[in-house]
């Protein structure tokens, strides 16, 4: 970890001043939602707030609710440009664009930026003492340099999700990745235990990370995944959105890695006693940030549901799936004859809700509701839903756990395969599906999850209960993630001295 007690912003400034965390997230749901809890986190214990939206970002935000960036005392909102143009958003490459281009143009903004609101000390704000970034801005690692003052990163994933990432260095000097040839990711050789992950249970090689499956030496992908992990070690703290109970063997085997390590989670809205305001969907203080337009009806059609019997359907903000796993998944949902709530996201399958299978409509009005997007939190937590069928984000994992929900898991990309392995083997509260989708397996995975007459679904139902319980002792006061988000705060300030 770095030591970031030179300065250029003035010691005696900062001796002076109150701490004031800029947080800037990597423009995507899954980072912005996680870092705009934390940033709510810290404003609470009195912290100085200001959260970075890339412009783009912050004009949809606005057009969608004028009220969602406003800011409030202590509490605001900045942007700097993402550097990408129009056409470049439509790119089927979009999100890679855009981390080469906040690479090569986000840096000077930021610095910017901070210097400027630095520069209006006198009009109420301290000078920014530290920066908190989430995952795959590792250039703004330089930026805190430039500015003398410390980073934290607020990695999105679950522990062993991160542990796996850092791993993924190692699996390519080993020689596990990149894969010989196409043959090897159907003739079980995904299937290779991997037993040397510090403390991680044997995992196999497929699930240790989606970036493992490339046939390509110089993936892309995989060196930006592996470096941005592993750049965490420059940062002065780094912050999981996890809590000790869950994932307690590998947070004690990071921590010979990294020194300090901040376990505050889950920073789900209704963790650290906030409570979930149904009008809006976030919980008290800041506005919530959604990219979309939340359909609001869905609230009401699950309130005329009996509780426990809605299995809730969402891949999350990145998935894209086939036409042909998009029919098997419908005609499974169709079969199960269970109430479903289904949110197919524009860019979900290519042609949107028109995509769907012939019929499939017709045959389910009756108990199903397809959503656009949703207040996927309230969601949850409505005593309605009975299970999630979730692409085992990790957002979307810990969601769940915070609301006592057991998930049936269809992981694609990224750190879904670890988390999904540990919902389902680790934890209890899960069932998996096949990588490709087959209908038969859908009906039966939610008969068996959301069945009745006892069995395993009922015994993941209890592990739900259980764990959620965990969850809000670990955020209540006096908690591991209450106390840890103390020692955070507590090193923020130390910082500012
Ligand atoms: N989400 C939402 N409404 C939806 C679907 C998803 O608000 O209809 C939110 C969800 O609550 C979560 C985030 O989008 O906070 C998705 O994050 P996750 O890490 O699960 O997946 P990603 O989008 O990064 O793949």
Redesign the pocket.
């Known amino acids: 970890m770095c030591d970031s007690s030179s300065s250029s912003l003035a010691m005696g400034e900062r001796r002076r001043a109150a701490a004031h965390a800029m947080l800037f997230p990597f423009p995507?749901?899954?980072?912005i939602?996680?870092t705009l809890k934390l940033a709510e986190l810290l404003h609470s214990r009195g912290v100085h707030v200001t959260f970075v939206n890339t412009e783009h970002n912050h004009e949809r935000l606005r057009r969608r609710r004028e009220g969602a960036v406003r800011g409030r005392e202590g509490f605001r909102f900045e942007v700097v440009p993402d550097g990408l143009r129009d056409e470049e958003r439509a790119a089927p490459d979009s999100t890679v664009r855009l981390y080469l281009s906040l690479r090569s143009s986000c840096g000077a903004p930021l610095v910017e930026l901070a210097r400027r609101v630095a520069a209006e000390e006198g009009r109420g704000a301290p000078p920014v003492t530290c920066l908190v970034l989430s995952g795959l801005v590792s250039f703004a690692l330089d930026v805190a340099g430039e500015l003398g003052v410390p980073a934290f990163v607020l990695w999105?994933t679950s522990a062993c999700g991160f542990a796996c990432t850092l791993r993924l260095r190692q699996l390519r000097q080993r020689g596990y990745t990149p894969l010989k040839d196409a043959s090897y990711l159907t003739n079980g050789y995904l299937d290779t235990p991997i037993d040397w992950i510090a403390g991680m249970p044997t995992v196999r090689l497929g699930d240790v990370s989606s970036f493992v499956r490339t046939l390509d030496p110089t993936s892309f992908a995989l060196r930006v995944e592996e470096d941005e992990a592993n750049s965490c070690a420059r940062a002065q703290g780094l912050i999981l959105n996890t809590f000790d109970d869950l994932e307690s063997d590998v947070l004690e085997a990071l921590k010979d890695e990294f020194p300090r390590v901040y376990t505050i989670g889950p920073l789900a809205a209704a963790m650290h006693g906030r409570v979930v305001d149904r009008a809006n969907g976030h919980g008290g203080g800041a506005a919530g940030l959604?990219l979309?337009e939340?359909d609001a009806a869905c609230m009401t059609w699950l309130d005329a549901q009996p509780s426990g019997s809605v299995l809730y359907v969402?891949?999350?903000?990145?998935?894209v799936m086939s036409p042909d796993n998009i029919a098997e998944l419908a005609w499974g949902l169709a079969e199960s004859r269970r109430p479903f709530l289904w949110?197919v996201?524009p860019g979900l399958v290519a042609g949107g809700i028109n995509a769907l299978p012939d019929g499939f409509v017709s045959e389910t009005k009756d108990r199903c509701f397809i959503?656009e997007?949703?207040?996927?939190?309230q969601v949850l937590r409505h005593r309605a839903v009975g299970a999630f069928l979730?692409?085992s984000?990790?957002?979307?994992?810990t969601?769940s756990i915070c609301s006592g929900v057991p998930m049936i898991c269809w992981p694609g990309?990224a750190d879904?395969y670890i988390n999904s392995r540990y919902v389902c083997d680790e934890w209890g509260i899960g069932l998996r599906l096949d990588e490709e989708l087959r209908r038969e397996q859908v009906a039966a995975h939610v008969e068996e999850l959301m069945g009745g007459g006892g069995g395993r679904g009922e015994e993941m139902r209890r592990s739900a209960a259980k764990w959620k319980a965990m969850a809000e002792s670990a955020t209540a006061n006096g908690g591991s993630s209450y106390v840890s988000l103390d020692k955070l705060v507590e090193q923020l300030r130390l910082e500012t001295e």
Do not use: M
């Open positions: 995507c749901p899954g980072h939602n996680p999105g959604s979309w939340e969402s891949f999350g903000s990145l998935t949110v996201r959503a997007w949703c207040a996927q939190e979730t692409h984000g990790w957002n979307s994992s969601e990309f879904q």
